[in-house]
C-alpha cells in the first residue's frame, strides 16, 4: 500500500497534517507532468496549490478571486483552462454537486473519484478502492456502456462534525 492512503483517507479535521498533503501531492504533480512530457505552468502549479489549500472543494471563482488578490487581476479563462488541464492530468476532481474542485491524492493511476462529502462542513475525503472501479467498469461493459467520467459522491457527516 502506498503512502497516498493516509492523505486520502483524512478528513479535513486539524488532527493531520495538511503540509504534507500538499507537498505530497505537488510533487507527484510535478512527477506526473514530467513523465508525460506535459507543462505543470507556475500558474497551473499555484493554481494546483489553492485547490489543495485545503480538503473542502473549491469553486473556481473562490480561486479566481485568490489569484487575482496574489497577483493582480487574472481573467477567468486563465483559471478554467488551468483547472481544465488539471483536470485531464487527473490531478484534480470535479464535484459536480458542489460545482467545486478537490485535488487528487493519487493521480498516477486511473480511477474513478469516490468522495465521502460531509453535509456539515462541507470537506470531501476520497476513497481509494479499485474493487469499486472494477465493479463499476464491470457492469458497464455488461451493458455496452461506454463511461467518460466517474466520480462518485457520497453525501453525510464527517468525524470531525459529528463530535460538535
Ligand atoms: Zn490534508
Ligand atoms: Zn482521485
Ligand atoms: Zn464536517
Not at 499555484?46 to 485545503?54: G, K, P, Y
Amino acid at each position: 500500500m502506498k503512502n497516498f492512503d493516509t492523505v486520502s483517507l483524512s478528513f479535513c479535521g486539524g488532527s493531520h497534517d495538511h503540509g504534507r498533503c500538499v507537498k505530497t501531492a505537488l510533487s507527484a504533480a510535478e512527477e506526473l507532468c514530467r513523465s508525460k512530457s506535459v507543462r505543470l505552468t507556475d500558474a497551473r502549479k499555484r493554481i494546483l496549490e489553492l485547490v489543495w489549500d485545503s480538503h473542502h472543494p473549491v469553486g473556481a471563482y473562490d480561486i479566481l478571486s485568490k489569484l487575482s488578490l496574489e497577483s493582480g487581476k487574472t481573467a477567468p479563462p486563465t483559471v478554467y483552462r488551468a483547472l481544465d488541464f488539471l483536470l485531464e492530468q487527473g490531478l484534480i476532481h470535479r464535484i459536480e454537486s458542489l460545482n467545486a474542485y478537490v485535488g487528487c491524492a493519487h493521480p498516477t493511476e486511473e480511477h474513478a473519484g469516490l468522495f465521502l462529502i460531509c453535509n456539515s462542513c462541507g470537506c470531501a475525503a476520497e476513497v481509494h478502492d479499485q474493487t469499486i472501479d472494477q465493479t463499476i467498469l464491470a457492469k458497464a461493459s455488461n451493458l455496452g456502456f461506454a463511461p467518460e467520467q466517474r466520480t462518485l459522491e457520497v453525501r453525510g457527516i464527517c468525524p470531525d462534525c459529528q463530535s460538535t
